[in-house]
Structures are given as structure tokens and as C-alpha cells.
């Protein structure tokens, strides 16, 4: 039996099964950490989530644990020696210890993401260098998680001593290692079947998209997922690939990716002024409520709700992404973030047709304000790709009394700073602010203390510090020459923190507002969009508005053309997610995931097989027809 090395074959096997025991456990945690965000309506739901996320299990502890169980089972004569199990045992606790460290971490990141942990978190740190700093605060934030953590990780390291390996010598050595050889070939069938999700050669390896094939509502699937598979999956992968599912004629007449708005008697040519809010959710804003009939609510902007009754508001809108920079691309270039985000593609260093080339093209000074250390968010070199003039950030701002000690210079002070540098330029231009103080760890200056609104969340308070700051702007930018004829759009980056149900609700996650202002009533804007619109849109209004009476590229639309264009709002959850006509459409880039109704924002009942008419059948071929449409101007390099 010595010879067959079964207790060394139980021993590995046992130290597998405590790995798959503790991120069962990792898994409620998860889910009992971030509940108000992914619902789980009965005890049988979860055991099933649970078991269907077994197999995303199986894979990450694979990768983790390869090289342990390589060594297990290798024939080295010298495996059950005290020193030799020690290593195992030193090797086997550092690998899973960051790995399960890693889901303990998401705890906390999907609070903010909404979204598991993959390699594009990377590429959002590597342009920040105050990532120790905002881990440090997070964990300071929430010690239940490193608490759980510690317990966790100490009754395994119990359990593993449990079983030991005692020392023994192979009586016979060619036996030995057959029986060696035959090990690794079974457990090596094994570990490769189970990385790859099953053993059948026509199916491909299962990724995050498969999560989505075992929960009744698409959120759940973050709970079927662990952090270690969603990262390892993400790497060095690229999802952007060419479909071909529609003709290009039906392209061109059902998706319209150029568009042209002549425009008369657009001079002189208005300043454009955009600021992207960071987190500036639509929650937060009793203007953009109104309709929605929350029980009790608060709102914690009373200057933007007073600036929306002068504005044109869109009280439908959505983001086209997660993150900051996704905002940037979307609000300024109109291209959205799928499950892969262009700015962090490889085809992401292209010419882009957006509002900043235009503004250009027209004459205009074209300038970005961001109150971070220059060049944090990737703000920077996606700027310089769309082709802005100039960058102002906390380098040129040239005061640190004024930067917050994590992410950048205060919003007031800097949203003054961004006022008086206008008034240094000459008309036309077209400017771009995108706040900081709106942000994790969710403080404000020392001075405000007590000034603004408390609510239940953290971010209530510096929303109301970064509503301050506008009303602050406005005030000074009135006594400017510059003012009267300025458009002003105000939109979030992303959605944030929840209190209301309603915005728990999946297609909610990406509510936000957009408003469009100006002085001049020669613009009119004024008034309420309910149809449904995105950041996407943005970029087309400016360009209707500024009179560029010339063919862009826009898979959004102008709000304020005359002429009737059919809305097509466009975001990812892991899968994409189409809105189009009556229906929201889910789509994995190659099968549909579910139709659900356009007032099911929480996807409660999937109508995918139990709805079928002409509008069903029309949506799902624009959704691949954009999707095709995406994939080739991103691929090729047709941006332009």
C-alpha cells in the first residue's frame, strides 16, 4: 500500500475538499455582505447558486493549487518527509491565502463596482499611486471583512493539520513510481477537466458569461462567481472579436452608426461646458425622482434640483459603464464599456470621432480639468487620444492645501480654479470637469462639517459637498462675459451607493441624470426627456447644438432634433444589456440570456422562449446588429 501512496493521494484530496469548503463559505459571506444589492428570495435559490458555482469553484482552485498538486504527487521519494509536508503545507497556504484573499477583497470592491473582480480593476490602478492608501481605508472601513478573513484562515490552516502524511518508504521503487505516473495522469485528466468546466472537446472552457445559465435574475450571478475565476479568466483575454450576423445594408438602416443634424443660425458659436460628476447618481437628485413615487424621499442636491427646473433633463438616462473612465468615453466619444471596456483594449490608441474633434475641427480651445494627480484615471492619455488642447490637474492647480489627501484637489476650490481658467479663453471653447471629492472613503473638507445633508449612506454627505460646488461655479461664472452664451451639461460617470429598492433594480445600477442648460434662450433648452436616453447621447446633442452641420459617427442620438429617432441604450452586466422599444434585451456576444419588459428593470421575469412577435424578432437583430457594428469599428479601426 506504501507503495500505491494512498495516504498521500486522501491527504491531497482532503486539502482540495477544505479549499472548495472555504470558498463555499467565502461565497455566503459575499452574498450576506452585499444582500440589499442581490436579492436571493429562498433558501432553496442559494443552495442551487451555490451548487452551480461548484464548477466556477473547481476551476480557480485548480489554478491556484496546480503546482501544489504537482509537487503532491511527483515521485521524489523524499514526499512524506517532515520537511518535505512542510513545504506543501508553507506553499499550499500562501497561494490560497491570496487567493482567498482576493474574494474577502471583493466584499468590499463589489460594493462599489457592482461588478466581480477582473483584471480590469488592474487597469485602473496602475494610473493611481494611492492604491495602499484607498486598501488601507477600505479595510479600516469594514474590519467584519478582515475579522472573517483571520477566523476563516486560522480554522483552516486546523483542519488541515487534521490529516497528516506520515513518513514512509517505498518498498519497492519500480512499483512506486508507476503507480506515481499513474496518479498524475488520472489527477492530471482531472485537473484539466475541471479547469476547463467539463471534458467534452466541442464545448469551450466555461467563463463569466456561463454564470448567468443558472440564476433566475442576471445579478445572482455574481454570487455563482469567485473573485479568483473572474480574475484569472480576464487575463491576458480579449473578447473583442468580429461577428458577422446581419448584412451591413440592415446595419445602416436599422443601427445608423453616421448621423448628420444641419443646424441654422448656429453663430456665434456657443461654449460648451461639461461636467462629469464622479458617482453623481440619479438617486440622489429629487428633480430626476419626481416620477419614480419613492415613499420618503430625499434628495441631497438642492442646487442641481433648482438648476434642472431652468434645463432640458433627461429623467430616464442611463451609463453606458462602471467606471470613471467609462463615463469619459461614453459622455465625450460615445463609445460605451462592454464586458471588456475599450479603454483598456488593445485597439483603444485609435482616432476617435468624438465631441472633442469636432469642437476642434470648428475652431474651438478644447480642454480637460481634473483635480487628480495628472494622469490618474487613464484621464490623461485618453484625452490626449481624443485630442483636447489642453489638461489642467492638481499639477497645474499649484496648491496642495487644497487636495484632499487621497484622490484630488477638493471640488470647490478646484471647480473655481476651472471657472477663472475659462475666463482666460477665448470664445468658442469647450471644456470638460470631471469631480473627485464624490468619492470612496466619501469625505469632505473640515471646514463643512455638519454643513450638508446626512443620509444613510456615506456618500450622501459629499454629494451635497459636490452640489455645493456647482452651485459655487455658477455663481462665479454668471459675472463672466462667457456665461450668456455657454451650453452646460451636467451628467454622472456612474451610478454608486444604494438606498432606495428601486435603484437595487439591475438596469438602476446605471441610472443617472443628465441635464443641459444654458442661458441663451436661443438653444431652449428647457423641459423633460421621459423616453429613455444614455451618456451616449451626449456627445450627438453637443454636436446638433454647435451647428456641425457634417456627418458623425454616433451610435447615440441628438435629444434635441427635430427629427424622430428610435432610442437604443447600451451597457454591460456581464452580459450586454439592449434596451430597444418595449423590451430590454440580454446578450452574451452570441446567445440571448433573456427578454424582459422595458418597465422589468429588475429582470423579475424573463420572457426569453415565451415572447416571440415582430418587435422581439426586430430587437435581437439591432442588438446583434450593433453589437457586429461595435466589434468592427473597434477591431478596424473605424471610429473616425
Not at 452585499?34 to 442559494?46: A, C, F, G, T
Not at 465625450?332 to 483598456?344: E, Q
Not at 443628465?514 to 434662450?521: D, E, K, M, T
Not at 432634433?561 to 440580454?586: H, R, T
Request: proline content about 4%; overall charge positive.
Amino acid at each position: 500500500m506504501k507503495d500505491i501512496r494512498l495516504q498521500e493521494v486522501f491527504a491531497l484530496f482532503y486539502r482540495l475538499f477544505l479549499a472548495f469548503f472555504f470558498y463555499q463559505i467565502a461565497r455566503f459571506l459575499f452574498w450576506f455582505f452585499n444582500r440589499e444589492l442581490i436579492q436571493i428570495d429562498s433558501v432553496s435559490d442559494y443552495f442551487s447558486i451555490s451548487y452551480h458555482g461548484t464548477a466556477f469553484d473547481t476551476t480557480a482552485i485548480l489554478y491556484v493549487n496546480s503546482l501544489f498538486i504537482l509537487l503532491s504527487l511527483l515521485p521524489l521519494i523524499i514526499n512524506t518527509k517532515r520537511n518535505y509536508q512542510k513545504f506543501l503545507f508553507y506553499l499550499y497556504f500562501i497561494t490560497n491565502g491570496i487567493a482567498y484573499g482576493m474574494n474577502f477583497g471583493d466584499f468590499i470592491y463589489y460594493r462599489f463596482s457592482q461588478a466581480r473582480l477582473t483584471t480590469a480593476a488592474l487597469n485602473v490602478a496602475k494610473h493611481e499611486d494611492n492604491i495602499g492608501k484607498v486598501f488601507m481605508v477600505s479595510v479600516l472601513e469594514h474590519p467584519f471583512v478582515i475579522f472573517w478573513f483571520a477566523v476563516l484562515m486560522i480554522f483552516w490552516i486546523f483542519l488541515y493539520k487534521k490529516v497528516k502524511v506520515e513518513e514512509q518508504k517505498p518498498e519497492k521503487k519500480w512499483k512506486y513510481f508507476v503507480f506515481s505516473v499513474l496518479n498524475l495522469c488520472i489527477v492530471a485528466a482531472l485537473v484539466v477537466g475541471g479547469i476547463r468546466g467539463d471534458f467534452k472537446h466541442s464545448t469551450r472552457p466555461i467563463n463569466l458569461v456561463d454564470a448567468n445559465r443558472h440564476v433566475k435574475n442576471p445579478l445572482q450571478a455574481n454570487v455563482v462567481l469567485n473573485s479568483v475565476f473572474s480574475f484569472f479568466r480576464t487575463m491576458n483575454t480579449n473578447n473583442f472579436k468580429e461577428v458577422h450576423f446581419v448584412s451591413e445594408e440592415f446595419i445602416e438602416k436599422n443601427i445608423q452608426p453616421y448621423k448628420i443634424y444641419p443646424r441654422e443660425n448656429a453663430e456665434p458659436k456657443p461654449n460648451v461646458v461639461i461636467f462629469i460628476l464622479e458617482s453623481f447618481g440619479k438617486e440622489y437628485s429629487g428633480a430626476f425622482n419626481k416620477n419614480t413615487k419613492i415613499k420618503n424621499f430625499v434628495s441631497y442636491t438642492p442646487f442641481f434640483d433648482s438648476l434642472a427646473t431652468q434645463s432640458l433633463i433627461a429623467t430616464n438616462a442611463f451609463a453606458n459603464g462602471r467606471q470613471s473612465i467609462h463615463g469619459m468615453s461614453s459622455v465625450l466619444a460615445g463609445i460605451p464599456s462592454l464586458k471588456d471596456a475599450f479603454t483598456s483594449s488593445p485597439y483603444s490608441n485609435q482616432k476617435i470621432q468624438s465631441i472633442v474633434s469636432v469642437a476642434n475641427e470648428m475652431g474651438y480651445d478644447t480642454s480637460f480639468f481634473h483635480g487628480a494627480p495628472n494622469g490618474s484615471m487613464g484621464f490623461l492619455g485618453f484625452g490626449n487620444i481624443l485630442g483636447f488642447k489642453h489638461y489642467y490637474g492638481k499639477t497645474e492647480f499649484n496648491n496642495d492645501t487644497d487636495f484632499d489627501g487621497m484622490w484630488g484637489i477638493w471640488d470647490e476650490p478646484f471647480f473655481q480654479y476651472f471657472a477663472k481658467t475659462l475666463n482666460t479663453k477665448k470664445s468658442p471653447f469647450m471644456a470638460t470637469m470631471f469631480s473627485a471629492s464624490s468619492h470612496h472613503p466619501f469625505k469632505i473638507p473640515e471646514k463643512y462639517q455638519g454643513k450638508f445633508k446626512n443620509g444613510p449612506l456615506e456618500i450622501h454627505e459629499p454629494i451635497g459637498y459636490t452640489d455645493f460646488a456647482l452651485k459655487k461655479f455658477f455663481e462665479t461664472a454668471k459675472k463672466m462675459s462667457w456665461y450668456q452664451n455657454t451650453i452646460f451639461v451636467v451628467v454622472a460617470d456612474h451610478t454608486n451607493q444604494i438606498a432606495y429598492p428601486e435603484y437595487e433594480k439591475a438596469m438602476n445600477r446605471f441610472a443617472i441624470p443628465i441635464l443641459f442648460y444654458s442661458p441663451n434662450p436661443k438653444y431652449q433648452l428647457k423641459g423633460e426627456i421621459t423616453e429613455p436616453a444614455q451618456q451616449m447621447d451626449i456627445y450627438p446633442t453637443l454636436a446638433d447644438l454647435m451647428g456641425y452641420n457634417k456627418k458623425i459617427r454616433s451610435w447615440g442620438r441628438s435629444l434635441v432634433s427635430a427629427k424622430k429617432e428610435d432610442y437604443l441604450i447600451v451597457n454591460s452586466s456581464g452580459v450586454e444589456q439592449f434596451m430597444i422599444g418595449n423590451y430590454i434585451y440580454l446578450f452574451d456576444g452570441k446567445d440571448f440570456t433573456g427578454i424582459y419588459d422595458i418597465k422589468d428593470l429588475g429582470y423579475e421575469k424573463n420572457l426569453l422562449g415565451k415572447v416571440k412577435s415582430p418587435e422581439t424578432d426586430l430587437g435581437m437583430l439591432k442588438s446583434k446588429a450593433w453589437y457586429q457594428d461595435y466589434m468592427d469599428r473597434v477591431i478596424n479601426r473605424k471610429l473616425r
